[in-house]
């Protein structure tokens, strides 16, 4: 079956512009996540899914970032007033369910470059 | 406050020797302990997962890992390594007495098997 499907694979955007990033997890998960990986990092977290709203938002670095998910399936994480600092490589992923014990699949990322 | 370390940035290792991939957590409350594996441009695939009962947990690709509650560890390790086993792996944990929404991973080990 399909995994969780992020587009696009690569992004490169000019420094102050506006960016979506997709996710599309697997079919049926009911929570999703939001991590960032900068170089030579762990991912980080930045936002978590069940169903359609943000349980937790905690790891939003400030408030240019923010993201979506209104049909409690794809999920969009938009970055306005994009700066070079938010360079990295964007994961997404899924689960079943919110389960403590559940594992989450992640998609291939997408690699943001603000230049 | 909750974190992972992995206090190796490279392992280098023979192929066909035992490796082991370390790595020590610190949480509130209770953890769930999973490792995951990265290769070049790709996302996090899932290797296993320490929940509850034996401390000795198997998973994928032959890789195993033991859960250490004394020592706070949960080590990664392969009895005999393949060169295809070269990337990177993190480990990860969720703290089920505080916010278990969010997995919290190390910084990652490379781990190099040489033919």
């Known amino acids: 079956g399909a995994g969780v499907s992020q587009t696009p694979s690569n992004k490169v955007t000019e420094k102050g512009k506006y960016v979506e990033l997709r996710c599309d997890p697997i079919?049926?998960?009911?929570?999703l996540y939001w991590y960032r990986q900068s170089l030579g990092q762990g991912p980080e977290f930045l936002i978590y899914?069940?169903?359609?709203?943000?349980?937790?938002d905690s790891g939003l670095p400030n408030d240019r970032f923010f993201a979506v998910r209104p049909e409690g399936s794809v999920s969009t994480l938009k970055i306005q007033r994009t700066e070079r600092g938010d360079s990295a490589v964007y994961l997404c992923?899924?689960?079943?369910?919110?389960?403590?014990?559940?594992?989450?699949?992640f998609g291939q990322g997408t690699r943001l470059t603000v230049v | 406050a909750q974190s992972v370390a992995q206090p190796e940035d490279q392992v280098n290792v023979a192929e066909g020797n035992p490796l082991t991939v370390k790595c020590t957590y610190s949480?509130?409350?209770?953890?769930?302990l999973f490792w995951y594996v990265q290769y070049p441009n790709r996302g996090l695939q899932f290797l296993l997962k320490?929940?509850?009962?034996?401390?000795l947990v198997k998973g994928s690709y032959g890789f195993e890992a033991e859960f250490n509650k004394s020592q706070t560890s949960f080590h990664l390790k392969k009895p005999s390594a393949l060169v295809s086993d070269s990337a990177l792996y993190f480990c990860?944990?969720?703290?089920?007495?505080?916010?278990?929404?969010?997995?919290?991973f190390g910084s990652g080990t490379k781990l190099n098997v040489k033919p």
């Open positions: 899914f069940q169903g359609t709203g943000a349980a937790d």
């Open positions: 990860a944990v969720r703290d089920i007495s505080y916010n278990f929404n969010k997995f919290y």
């Open positions: 079919s049926g998960h009911t929570a």
């Open positions: 992923a899924s689960s079943p369910r919110a389960g403590q014990g559940t594992e989450a699949f």
């Open positions: 949480v509130s409350g209770n953890p769930y």
């Open positions: 320490y929940i509850t009962g034996d401390n």
